[in-house]
């Protein structure tokens, strides 16, 4: 459970900025850096500005039907939050797509596979 502050009562965390439309999904393919580090891929396409990173997900139907998608989805987003609440980036349009062995992955080995992307992308 959160801790509890003074003013709200519980401690919010603001979430990411997220990447809604294909176009953006899109350029972040062609024009970004990519790597694919055991059960992820990411693509990171770097911006003229200093805001927060903006991120978007996004897992193929090659991975399975809709609830296997989505909970393939649900361990990227919740990897994705933990790992940028304790090494925050800017600048940059994040992609994170989920392969069929994210979702089998040790949720440990996940975030660690996010995290010497984000290395070898430069972020």
Do not use: H, Y
């Not at 709200?8 to 350029?27: I, N, S, V």
């Not at 970004?32 to 903006?54: E, F, S, T, Y």
Request: net charge positive; hydrophobic share 35%.
């Amino acid at each position: 459970m959160p801790a509890k502050t003074e003013q709200t009562g519980f401690r919010t965390e603001r979430k990411p900025d997220r990447l809604k439309q294909r176009a953006e999904f899109l350029r972040a393919a062609s024009k970004g850096r990519k790597a694919a580090i055991g059960g992820v891929v990411l693509q990171a396409l770097p911006r003229n500005d200093q805001l927060p990173a903006r991120l978007g997900f996004t897992v193929t139907k090659k991975v399975g039907n809709a609830v296997i998608r989505n909970r393939t989805r649900r361990r990227l987003k919740e990897a994705a939050r933990l790992l940028l609440a304790e090494r925050p980036v800017t600048g940059f349009d994040l992609v994170l797509i989920g392969r069929d062995s994210t979702r089998k992955r040790n949720f440990i080995t996940l975030q660690g596979d996010i995290r010497r992307a984000l290395d070898k992308t430069g972020v």
